[in-house]
């Protein structure tokens, strides 16, 4: 049998190239994957807190609703309603928005005495009137339980005590009509919150309510895991059809199940994007590993001349020489990637802008924006990737020391000089640690893209009743309208981060003299 042929150079550089692709590929798979995950139970939890949210306010609504009309009932003048005056207290629901109007009905259940509802309520409380005298007629309404429906598009409960004569017996009702808050938050698009009674009926859902309110849902996939569990997460698809991330939970004062659900289409959109810039990164990164492995190729095939001689020995030599060859310069470009991903792509930049500067036609202009647009959205991800993974000195050091180099890095790369004040060593756990390192990042990466500072303080108190951290800035000073703006992220994300272990952040800005962000973690948490 004759010996098998030489692999050639080019064979062995492309089979370089597949080693460093293949592995490229398999992180970015790996990277996508990671972050599906993390979207949608960061999906989940963003629901389950909206369902809790609604279930406090209507907890709230319902306990000072019928602590006012167990009070009223109590008053001589509504136990012994003369037919003539009604009681002074009525006037008290012209100082409170949530309610739209208070009706006293006798013991044949006609209605004697109401109050003045505001002119914007008036519509709502004549429709109110007639659906609770529906339900007086059919004997449902029930004694500190409340009835929500939708009505003129908005959500309207009716909250019912009865009152008693001095002898005990029964001498008339007292209904509240409520305009509680159901899913009136800014939500993403698609979003719904739902209220389930026992029974799995629809009492209350804040996309298209007048369609679902009453209808009994009963074995969809959601309605179920929401009422076999009093509160939880889960990935589901809703009553409509539509995939979500839903929260839920539950509220034993009226029996109601409240649950929450974000579209997945909608989370899982920045996902896709971001992995459609990972894979353009990905493939700008193995197209230079080729040219550079085309470059080697020629480099090393040419001093060996077109053909190789026929000599076992020296094909082993030579096959062994390329094996050395191919290891190096596996171990370089691993370094290489490693070490200075950002450089290269920046030069990469550089590169294709000099190559665009030959004259051209308004096609290849537009052509040449598009690719800059696709370079700077490269380089933003690979940066933003990067400052989003822990840092191993958090785990080697502790956050004092994190925090010291991440402020050496944020002076080198802008200019701004830092003033550190932190003790020598930090008590908390990792959790907050990782909070706190998380939220001093967030707060510089502000300074630099907004402030226009010269100068950053960082402050880190740990005293008796917990603990301050305070980022102050020399720059242009937030405003009221930017700290309130729900598209200030970068706040909105201090805020969370802030309230993950039970704290709370501040923001005061003064025109020409600088931000001041104060974050408060209470001691025991």
């Not at 017996?169 to 939500?187: K, Y």
């Not at 802008?353 to 052509?367: E, H, K, R």
Request: aromatic fraction near 4%; include cysteine.
């Amino acid at each position: 049998m004759s010996p098998s042929k030489p692999r050639s150079i080019r064979w062995s550089l492309g089979a370089l190239v597949a080693a460093v692709a293949v592995p490229l590929l398999a992180l970015l798979l790996w990277l996508y994957g990671s972050q599906v995950h993390r979207e949608r139970q960061d999906a989940r939890e963003a629901a389950l807190r909206l369902a809790k949210s609604t279930a406090t306010r209507i907890r709230a609504l319902h306990r000072d609703s019928l602590a006012l009309l167990q009070r009223m009932a109590a008053r001589p003048a509504i136990r012994d309603f003369d037919g003539k005056n009604c009681d002074s207290l009525f006037a008290i629901i012209d100082f409170f928005p949530q309610y739209a109007t208070l009706f006293l009905f006798d013991r044949n259940d006609a209605l004697v005495c109401s109050a003045e509802p505001q002119a914007e309520d008036r519509g709502i409380s004549a429709r109110a009137l007639d659906w609770i005298n529906g339900e007086l007629k059919q004997d449902r309404l029930r004694n500190g339980i409340p009835m929500i429906r939708q009505i003129d598009a908005h959500w309207v409960s009716i909250l019912s005590v009865p009152v008693t004569a001095k002898d005990g017996s029964h001498n008339g009702t007292l209904v509240l009509v409520q305009l509680p808050e159901v899913g009136e938050e800014t939500l993403p698009s698609n979003t719904v919150v739902t209220i389930l009674d026992a029974s799995g009926t629809i009492v209350a859902r804040s996309n298209d309510g007048e369609h679902w309110s009453g209808r009994n849902v009963r074995g969809a996939g959601v309605t179920d895991i929401a009422l076999k569990k009093k509160e939880g997460i889960a990935d589901a698809v809703g009553v409509d059809g539509v995939p979500r991330q839903y929260g839920f939970t539950y509220l034993p004062e009226t029996g109601w199940h409240i649950y929450a659900g974000i579209a997945t289409a909608v989370v899982m959109q920045p996902v896709r994007e971001l992995f459609v810039r990972g894979v353009i990164a990905g493939i700008v990164i193995i197209a230079v590993v080729l040219a550079v492995a085309a470059i080697f190729s020629r480099a090393i095939a040419r001093p060996l001349g077109v053909k190789m001689a026929a000599d076992e020995r020296q094909l082993k030599a030579l096959s062994d020489r390329l094996l050395v060859v191919q290891e190096e310069e596996r171990s370089r470009i691993a370094r290489e990637l490693h070490d200075d991903l950002g450089q290269s792509l920046t030069a990469l930049k550089m590169d294709i802008i000099g190559l665009l500067q030959s004259p051209d036609t308004s096609a290849a202009t537009s052509i040449r924006e598009r690719i800059m647009k696709t370079v700077d959205a490269t380089v933003t991800s690979v940066q933003r990737i990067s400052s989003e993974l822990r840092p191993s000195i958090l785990d080697d050091l502790g956050l004092v020391a994190t925090i010291e180099s991440e402020a050496r890095l944020f002076e080198e790369r802008t200019g701004v000089e830092c003033e550190l004040s932190l003790p020598e060593e930090f008590a908390g756990d990792r959790t907050l640690s990782t909070v706190i390192y998380r939220i001093v990042q967030e707060a510089l990466t502000n300074v630099a893209r907004h402030s226009n500072a010269s100068r950053v303080e960082i402050r880190l108190r740990q005293r008796v009743e917990g603990l301050v951290l305070e980022i102050r800035d020399d720059g242009r000073g937030v405003t009221a309208n930017e700290v309130d703006d729900p598209g200030s992220l970068g706040l909105i994300g201090i805020r969370e981060r802030a309230a993950l272990v039970g704290g709370t952040a501040q923001f005061e800005g003064i025109e020409g003299h600088g931000t001041i962000v104060s974050v408060r973690i209470p001691s025991g948490l």
